[in-house]
């Protein structure tokens, strides 16, 4: 028996109208499945009548500039995932025009052991113009830009995302496996410098688990939801959840809306992770506890306002913050870290004299 068929199923809805979307969907920030939410696309018309119809409607929109494409070993059976010594990945990445790698996953339709092929969040604008005037979803302002994939039957690892997400799917099927953002430490995650994609993934195999070597994930899968979704069928990913996606045909497409409703330029929280691992992780364990109430009272509002107490003008960094002050900021870590590496990289070398 497959294990996901023992996890609790993703709440779905019928007919979910933009309304409905904005006032339901998005403010629980709980996945929930679209049944038939794109079903009108002609995209899915043609995917419905056969893969190759699929694949020509694609074609009509190719601007034929070479887009990232990702090749695996038929060894790997499509999961993309690390080599043995983790020093590297067990697939390359390169450019291809969209039209070679339908060509090659039409090809490899009818084959057992075919390579993996696997055009990888493509922006439609760019490589399929008018694709998106034809395929519209009304949710999201025009200023979102779908993203378009399309491969065989791969299994994508569990990863997470910096952004809301509408993911629809065109053609074939797809199963896809949810955890909250709280799973963390029940998940695993892997290296920050060397990933697949951009985030961490999780380092457990869904399709076969090692619960001698993570015991925790066990806990994991009594919160994950799961799902399979066909043509037409659509589903809402909030922030930070993890997701495990399954391509179950050997030829799939799914077109993709990716945005985040936080205001720009804050950059980005994951470098400042990063910087709070480095000057933060390694203090002594009182100093570290310390730091921790002063992320929780300043960063993170846990006790209120922190600066309530202080007049408007007094406030400085803690308190709102304008374009300019939020200028002032980045100027400030800059120098910070320009002093830091300066430091640890001792004083400039002297030319040599002639």
């Not at 990716?258 to 950059?267: R, V, Y």
Request: proline letters at 11%.
């Amino acid at each position: 028996m497959d294990m996901t068929e023992t996890l609790s199923p993703i709440p779905e809805l019928h007919g979910v109208t933009p309304e409905q979307f904005g006032t339901e969907v998005l403010p629980q920030g709980r996945p929930v499945v679209m049944r038939g939410l794109v079903g009108d696309w002609p995209a899915v018309g043609a995917a419905r009548q056969s893969a190759a119809a699929a694949a020509g409607y694609v074609r009509r929109f190719d601007a034929g500039q070479p887009v990232e494409t990702i090749f695996g070993d038929p060894a790997i059976e499509g999961r993309f995932f690390y080599n043995d010594e983790l020093t590297g990945l067990n697939f390359e990445r390169r450019p291809e025009r969209i039209g070679a790698a339908l060509d090659e996953l039409l090809q490899a339709e009818g084959q057992e052991r075919a390579r993996s092929v696997y055009i990888q969040s493509v922006p439609t604008p760019q490589a399929l113009p008018g694709f998106a005037e034809e395929n519209r979803l009304p949710f999201l302002p025009p200023s979102v830009p779908p993203r378009i994939w399309i491969g065989n039957a791969l299994t994508v690892q569990t990863h997470f995302d910096l952004s809301q997400n509408v993911a629809c799917v065109v053609a074939g099927r797809r199963r896809f496996t949810l955890f909250p953002p709280d799973q963390l430490p029940n998940l695993y995650a892997g290296p920050f410098e060397l990933t697949l994609a951009g985030p961490p993934i999780s380092m457990v195999r869904l399709e076969d688990p090692d619960y001698e070597r993570y015991p925790r994930f066990r806990e994991a899968l009594g919160h994950a939801l799961t799902a399979e979704l066909g043509p037409g069928d659509a589903l809402f990913v909030p922030y930070f959840w993890w997701h495990h996606v399954q391509s179950l045909e050997r030829f799939n497409i799914l077109v993709n809306y990716w945005w985040n409703e936080a205001q720009p330029g804050l950059g980005s929280p994951f470098d400042a992770l990063l910087h709070a691992i480095l000057a933060v992780r390694d203090l002594p364990p009182q100093q570290r506890e310390v730091w921790r109430g002063v992320f929780d009272h300043y960063a993170f509002k846990a006790n209120g306002e922190p600066v309530e107490h202080l007049p408007q003008q007094a406030r400085g960094a803690l308190g709102p913050h304008t374009e300019r002050d939020r200028a002032r900021i980045w100027a400030m870590l800059a120098n910070a870290v320009g002093r830091q590496a300066a430091r640890r990289n001792g004083p400039p070398q002297r030319p040599p004299r002639r």
